[in-house]
């Protein structure tokens, strides 16, 4: 068997119909991209990479959307109540517990209980019948409802063991994330963290591409084009909402975890409306049906919010609106799926003439 031969048999899991990025020539341009992330600290230093690990949580949590509203067809405002309460659980038992173990326990933890609360929620609203638009109602009330609550946890009677709430302030002083036991622990910062993050991300992004172009995935995407005609198939579709909508949760929990180390602090922002509304942004414009989209719009327009943010500019968030109208009014699917769809064109184009020969009408 020849290099080649055993590159397409190690891809072939992750190619299928409901991704884009099914030939070699992209898994060759992917590996390049990766090879490119992995040296950027080394390149750029550890304050770039530190900086640069924001937008890649981040795409985790663009991720979480993608898998449930562009494969599902469930629009969700809720994955920044994941995102948080992993936050926030990840703060509360690690400060409470003061030992590399418990902050080494404290990530799978926090993951749990953003998906068991993605389990909860999603059982309530699936198995009672709660559908389309009053699911991206529902999810919005409840991230404002914890927003109104936690900002008001600022007395000293709001605490959890010794660990004060904040309020409005949120938690400051966060652990970094930490892997070990005693002595032998390791403290992910700087760079560490940046590939532990890139890790993360191209693990989930390889995960989902696996699960949508599997049976489940199918499964998915019926749902999501016709619930009445797939129930009738034979398939349980509340049990196949709820458990994407569970998988959404854990990955938005991960997400929460990551940035809750990164920056060492954590505030009930996170499940303000503007934050709640971000994700949907990222997601509509990258192309709600494309993990890759999700990922690159997710990096680019959190980086041009940062530059714009970083230059003291108050219209970061209504020149990201204005991206958002533009992207629904002339390229719906995304811009990575009409970028791939005018390549292909292209190539078709090409390869047709091609294969004619001079002189031969086409």
Do not use: H
């Not at 390149?43 to 991720?63: K, Q």
């Not at 980086?303 to 500019?313: D, E, V």
Request: proline share 3%; net charge negative; glycine share 12%.
């Amino acid at each position: 068997m020849g290099l080649g031969d055993t590159f397409d048999r190690l891809r072939r899991p992750f190619e299928g119909p409901n991704t884009l990025g099914n030939s070699r020539a992209f898994w060759v341009g992917f590996l390049v991209v990766l090879a490119g992330l992995v040296g950027y600290p080394i390149g750029f230093g550890s304050y770039a990479a530190s900086s640069a690990a924001l937008y890649l949580l981040y795409a985790i949590l663009a991720l979480s959307l993608t898998v449930i509203w562009g494969y599902t067809g469930i629009l969700s405002f809720g994955q920044v109540v994941f995102f948080g309460v992993a936050g926030y659980s990840f703060a509360l038992i690690s400060m409470n517990l003061e030992s590399a173990l418990a902050t080494t326990l404290a990530l799978p933890v926090a993951v749990g209980l953003a998906t068991l609360a993605a389990l909860v929620l999603g059982y309530f609203m699936f198995y009672g019948e709660v559908r389309d638009v009053y699911v991206t109602i529902l999810t919005l009330v409840v991230a404002l409802v914890l927003n109104t609550f936690m900002a008001q946890t600022a007395g000293s009677e709001w605490t959890v063991g010794s660990v004060a709430l904040g309020g409005f302030n949120g938690i400051p002083a966060i652990p970094s994330l930490t892997f070990g036991v005693g002595e032998a622990a390791v403290t992910l910062d700087g760079s560490a963290f940046y590939w532990f993050t890139l890790a993360a991300l191209v693990a989930s992004y390889l995960g989902l591409r696996a699960l949508v172009n599997g049976r489940f995935g199918y499964t998915m995407v019926a749902t999501r084009e016709d619930e009445d005609r797939t129930e009738m198939l034979g398939y349980d579709v509340r049990r196949v909402k709820l458990l994407v909508f569970a998988l959404g949760g854990a990955l938005a929990g991960l997400s929460g975890v990551l940035y809750a180390t990164w920056g060492n602090y954590i505030s009930p922002s996170v499940f303000g409306i503007t934050f709640a509304s971000i994700p949907v942004v990222w997601v509509a414009v990258g192309g709600r049906r494309s993990l890759l989209g999700a990922i690159v719009a997710t990096v680019v327009i959190e980086w041009f919010r940062q530059q714009l943010s970083a230059t003291g500019s108050q219209y970061a968030l209504i020149i990201v609106g204005v991206v958002l109208l533009a992207a629904i009014l002339f390229v719906p699917e995304g811009v990575v799926p009409r970028l791939d769809a005018a390549l292909t064109d292209v190539r078709d184009r090409f390869a047709t003439n091609a294969d004619t020969p001079e002189g031969t009408p086409e």
